[in-house]
């Protein structure tokens, strides 16, 4: 649970004044990586030991996969019955970005939770856009659903949101200015500072061409691919036919093209695997399954700069999840109606699963 001890650290350099990017922690020397206003929210990690905090971590981590697992079937048109729930909740725990989220003790739960909860409220809930802004506010890469709400005509929930996320970075600027300062100048655009692109555990475009080129720092050869990803995935996004569809694509586009989506980013192998069975494509669930519980990325020997070096044959098997998220855009991309009207992800009156 390394991250925990991040979090901690954070926490404590909010309360005592400490350097908050300037400290690392643990025998892989992790630093703090998020913004400030995250910082400021584990201020109360500081205040409990170590083993008492990391057992926290793994309780709530539980019951907000739970909490994922309830709102994935929100977002299918389904209700969930409580056996079925717990039933659920067990069996996702051996879904490998979950299972390490656990171990690290990391927040991806908890930001899914926030954004999935936002985007599945009725059309016109107050407040709607706030939760997705806070969650931006935590870890920046929601806020790619910002774009996807000003692109389907959500404006105001989008304005929301972009106002909540400011409210963030504002709060940030008076309780730790010299911090935020350092962020937003410095930090944000400082990726090594979150780890090796290159290595197995990036799951995202820029790791695969990292791997497959060779190249430790691809520029054009990452950028190039990202944009065009980028653009398509937000433009299927919109124009799905069910919201559903959209909310996905838009959080898969975003873990393919974020510099660095470690593996355990992609919990939305949750509320994917949740829709593919209400939709009743039954193979395609329990393929989505395989790859996101066979790890094969972990049996490849990465050692060192192994990842660099691996033979061509076994490059599918150290980037399953981007390769899943590709294959996703091109298989929803023939579901578009351009003059039918989307369905919004809670329009269908839920059935019981």
């Known amino acids: 649970m390394a991250d925990v001890l991040v979090y901690r650290a954070e926490g404590e350099a909010v309360l005592h004044g400490g350097d908050l990017y300037g400290f690392t922690v643990t025998e892989w020397h992790l630093p703090a990586t998020y913004p400030p206003f995250a910082a400021a929210l584990f201020v109360p990690a500081a205040w409990v030991c170590v083993p008492a905090l990391k057992t926290s971590f793994l309780v709530v981590n539980v019951l907000l996969l739970a909490g994922l697992v309830r709102l994935s079937a929100r977002l299918a048109g389904r209700t969930i019955t409580l056996p079925l729930l717990c039933t659920a909740t067990a069996s996702a725990l051996w879904l490998e970005p979950v299972f390490q989220t656990l171990l690290f003790g990391q927040v991806n739960l908890a930001i899914a939770c926030l ?23 935590i870890k920046l890469t929601p806020a790619v659903f910002v774009i996807h709400l000003l692109l389907t005509g959500r404006r105001r929930e989008a304005a929301t949101a972009t106002a909540a996320f400011g409210g963030t970075v504002l709060l940030g600027v008076l309780l730790l200015p010299s911090a935020s300062a350092d962020f937003w100048t410095r930090r944000l655009y400082e990726t090594g500072r979150v780890g090796k692109g290159w290595i197995v555990d990036n799951q995202s475009l820029r790791g695969l061409v990292a791997r497959v080129t060779g190249d430790p ?93 691996l033979p061509w044959w076994a490059q599918p098997a150290a980037a399953p999840y981007p390769l899943l998220g590709l294959a996703l855009l091109v298989g929803w991309s023939g579901a578009l109606r351009p003059g039918q009207r989307r369905r919004p992800a809670t329009a269908r009156r839920p059935r019981e699963a």
Do not use: K
């Not at 559903?244 to 586009?253: C, D, E, P, Q, V």
């Not at 949740?274 to 039954?282: C, S």
């Open 217 to 309: 720092a691809p520029v054009l050869a990452w950028l190039i691919p990202a944009a065009v990803v980028g653009v398509l995935g937000l433009w299927l996004a919109a124009r799905a036919r069910e919201e559903r569809h959209g909310i996905l694509l838009t959080a898969f586009t975003a873990l393919l093209v974020s510099p660095v989506s470690w593996s355990h980013h992609w919990v939305w192998c949750v509320p994917l695997t949740a829709v593919l069975l209400a939709e009743g494509r039954t193979r395609l669930a329990a393929l989505t399954l395989a790859v996101f519980t066979a790890r094969t990325m972990w049996l490849l020997p990465h050692q060192g700069d192994l990842d660099l070096r």
């Open 115 to 137: 954004v999935l909860w936002d985007l599945t409220r009725p059309t016109g809930a107050r407040g709607a856009g706030v939760a997705l802004g806070v969650a931006a506010g």
